[in-house]
């Protein structure tokens, strides 16, 4: 069982408009004339895609983001906004929980059970683990109790830009009072601090003030294409420290450098699945060992086919990645791990 940690399954539900309980093939067809978004007709996900695949495991993400006025990137413009945004994809979420698509996850109980399931199966319901991608929506932190009852295990602080409780991707500045709170909250309940998007001084904050348990669902190597979006070896060498999983994205511009998004294509650059294993690598070679690198895809996290490998056409050719570690040298038991057991380990401890 393939496990992928980071997806946007319901913002593509509620933003895109896009059904995951049809093929991708069927996706693409309904937005083959559709314009407002680059990625119209070229999606790589859904719920048959991901069976086919052997993708039994996914965190799955609620995303709103506030933005202030003076704030260009697009989002809500109330906090209270973006957490009604949050609460629409989580009644998606339990409509497709009742439809038998989806299986919820918040305890090593529950992830046991699954497990088991899927194994006897290899299809059925898949199993989410849900996290917030970006923390604005939480505008009063009695909020943070009230999402982790509804079975948050995860959250990022914060996104792109300046955010209410960190600074993330293209934005400068520390946590701050409000984002310190936030940690202990986090802490108190035990939910995973995601590292991903932070900026540095953000993140760096953020290790200092938080002592509970760290992952980076989908972050690639600054050596390799240098952009504050990427960890560089320091915050690598960190994280490891900390027991942290670091996911690798599939996003090209993450991959390769000098990507021009909307002008570099996918077959003009070369850029495949080898080039997410080079940043793999990286990471392995600083950690002596493969046991905390996973795949965090964010396949239709706002981009599709035209800023993907050109060796995927869906969610499924993960399937090619094992013969692909094994060819550089990797060996059985560090292929299971990356494929899903890290995460699995990761879950088991924390949760245990």
């Known amino acids: ?18 059904d995951l309980r049809q093929s991708v093939e069927a996706i693409r067809a309904r937005e083959a004339d559709w314009t407002d978004k680059p ?17 039994g495991l996914v965190v799955a993400t609620q995303i709103a983001r506030y933005v202030h006025q003076d704030n260009p990137l697009p989002g809500w413009h109330s906090p209270a906004q973006a957490w009604a945004q949050t609460q629409g994809q989580l009644a998606w979420y339990r409509a497709m929980e009742r439809a038998g698509e989806l299986r919820q996850i918040v305890d090593l109980a529950g992830l046991e059970s699954h497990l088991k399931a899927w ?17 604005d929506s939480l505008y009063d932190l009695a909020l943070v109790e009230m999402a982790w009852k509804q079975g948050l295990r995860a959250i990022g602080p914060a996104h792109y830009g300046p955010g209410t409780y960190a600074f993330g991707t293209d934005a400068e500045g520390g946590i701050g ?11 108190r309940l035990g939910i995973i601090l995601d590292a991903t998007h932070l900026c540095d001084e953000s993140f760096w904050e953020a290790m200092q003030a938080f002592e509970g348990p760290v992952w980076a669902s989908h972050s690639n190597v600054r050596t390799l294409v240098p952009h504050n979006r ?21 996003d090209a511009w ?3 450098p000098n990507w021009e998004r909307g002008i570099s294509t996918p077959e003009a650059t070369g850029v495949s699945l080898e080039h997410m294993l080079d940043h ?3 990471i392995c070679q600083i950690a002596g060992h493969a046991r905390q690198v996973g795949l965090g895809t964010d396949l239709d996290g706002g981009f599709g086919k035209e800023q993907c490998p050109h060796d995927l056409e869906t969610i499924a050719d993960l399937q090619k990645v094992p013969d692909m570690l094994a060819k550089r040298g990797y060996s059985p038991e560090d292929i299971q791990g990356i494929m899903g057991g890290n995460w699995l380990g990761f879950l088991r401890r924390v949760w245990g």
């Not at 007709?41 to 993708?55: K, M």
Request: charged residues 25%; without cysteine; proline residues 3%.
């Open 280 to 282: 793999l690598d990286h």
């Open 39 to 55: 990625d119209r007709g070229r999606a790589t996900v859904s719920f048959p895609a991901l069976r086919a695949g052997g993708i």
């Open 177 to 187: 009072q409000k984002g310190r709170a936030l940690l202990k909250e986090m802490q």
């Open 119 to 135: 194994e006897a199966e290899h299809s059925g319901p898949i199993g989410y683990i849900l996290s917030l991608e970006g923390a």
């Open 230 to 250: 990427q960890f560089d070896d320091e915050q690598i060498r960190h994280l490891l420290d900390r027991g942290a999983v670091i996911g690798m994205p599939l």
């Open 1 to 18: 069982m393939i496990v992928d940690a980071h997806l946007d399954l319901s913002m593509n539900a509620l933003e895109w408009n896009r």
């Open 254 to 256: 993450m991959m390769i």
